[in-house]
């Protein structure tokens, strides 16, 4: 079931199993024998695909149908709380809060997309700091 299910995932990305060996950082050889089932992965290489794909390591298992991994919901509202206070802070600074006044009604896919640009422009702010 492992290796159905790992060729599946991979063809479905378009990557050769050069590409996923080397993402993976094992040999292609080993790829072709999972996606053979002669040989299953260890729990790191396994998590490392699992994350890589999006899916569960009980669905690679064949454990479940779903692929979707579980979510820690405790993590989620932890992650969520953090960027929240990080978006306001951000906002408000008195430079920004005029550009942003009605933020706290955004959505939250609207905030952190918003948040994932800023940050994304202080990392090339800082990048081109350096040269």
């Given at each position: 079931m492992f290796g159905k299910r790992l060729k599946q995932l991979r063809e479905s990305r378009e990557i050769t199993q050069q590409e996923l060996a080397d993402i993976l950082n094992v040999s292609v050889g080993t790829i072709g024998m999972y996606e053979i089932d002669k040989?299953?992965?260890n729990?790191?290489?396994r998590e490392k695909i699992a994350k890589y794909f999006n899916v569960s390591s009980d669905y690679l298992l064949?454990?479940?149908d779903d692929p979707l991994p579980v979510r820690?919901?405790?993590q989620d509202l932890h992650d969520e709380h953090d960027y929240n206070k990080e978006l306001d802070a951000f906002l408000n600074d008195d430079e920004m809060s005029?550009?942003?006044?009605d933020y706290k009604n955004w959505t939250e896919?609207?905030?952190r997309n918003l948040l994932n640009i800023l940050k994304g422009q202080e990392a090339l702010r800082q990048m081109n700091k350096k040269k």
């Open positions: 040989r299953l992965p729990n790191k290489n064949g454990n479940t820690d919901v405790d005029s550009m942003f006044y896919e609207e905030k």
